[in-house]
C-alpha cells in the first residue's frame, strides 16, 4: 500500500501540554511515527506538511495526539497518512467503492458507488444495471463477506432498511 488516506481531524487543545484531541475517521495504529498536515479535506495532498508524533493515545473512547517540534495552532487541520492495515472488518473507502454487491444466492445487487456519513452508522449508495439506487445502511448484520481484493461484497439487506433513489 503507497497511498495516503485521510484519518482524522485535530480539535482543540488538551490542557496546557501539547496534546489536542483527535477525531479518528478510521481504527488508528498505537504505533503511528508521522502524518501529513492537510488544511482541509478537499485540498488533500495539495501542500501536504509531514509532521512526527511525539505521542497517540486512546483514553476514555477520546484520541489524544502530540507532535514533536510543532508550535503552531493545529486545531482544526485534518491529517492523512500512508494506508496501513486495518483491523478485520474495517476497510478503505476507495478499497469498497466499484465492489460488486450480491446476495447469499448470488444474484447481483449492483456496485457500491458511495460511502455516504451519518453520524449513526455507515451507509452505501448501490447503483444497480439499470441505474437506480439504493442506500443500505452498512452493517455487520447484513453485511456477510466483503473481498477488496476481487472487488465483492456479499450482502443480504431486508426490504425494510432499503432506501431505493432514482
Known amino acids: 500500500m ?7 481531524r485535530i480539535g482543540r487543545k488538551h490542557g496546557l501540554g501539547g496534546e489536542f484531541y483527535l477525531t479518528s475517521f478510521v481504527p488508528l495504529p498505537h504505533e503511528l511515527p508521522a502524518v501529513f498536515l492537510e488544511e482541509t479535506p478537499d485540498s488533500f495532498g495539495e501542500d501536504a506538511r509531514k509532521i512526527e508524533i511525539d505521542s497517540l493515545t486512546s483514553a476514555s473512547g477520546k484520541w489524544l495526539i502530540a507532535f514533536k517540534d510543532e508550535t503552531d495552532s493545529l486545531t482544526g487541520k485534518y491529517i492523512s497518512a500512508e494506508k496501513y492495515e486495518l483491523a478485520d472488518g474495517f476497510y478503505w473507502q476507495d478499497e469498497l467503492i ?15 458507488a458511495e460511502i455516504l456519513e451519518d453520524a449513526s452508522q455507515v451507509w452505501v449508495k448501490i447503483e444497480t444495471a439499470s441505474g437506480e439506487t439504493m442506500d443500505v445502511p452498512f ?9 477488496t481484493a476481487a472487488k465483492k461484497i456479499i450482502a443480504d439487506f431486508p426490504e425494510s432498511v432499503v432506501v431505493r433513489g432514482e
Open 98 to 112: 466499484g465492489c460488486e454487491v450480491s446476495d447469499p444466492a448470488g444474484v447481483k445487487l449492483g456496485r457500491l
Open 2 to 8: 503507497n497511498s495516503r488516506v485521510l484519518i482524522g
Open 139 to 147: 452493517l455487520e448484520r447484513f453485511v456477510k463477506k466483503v473481498d
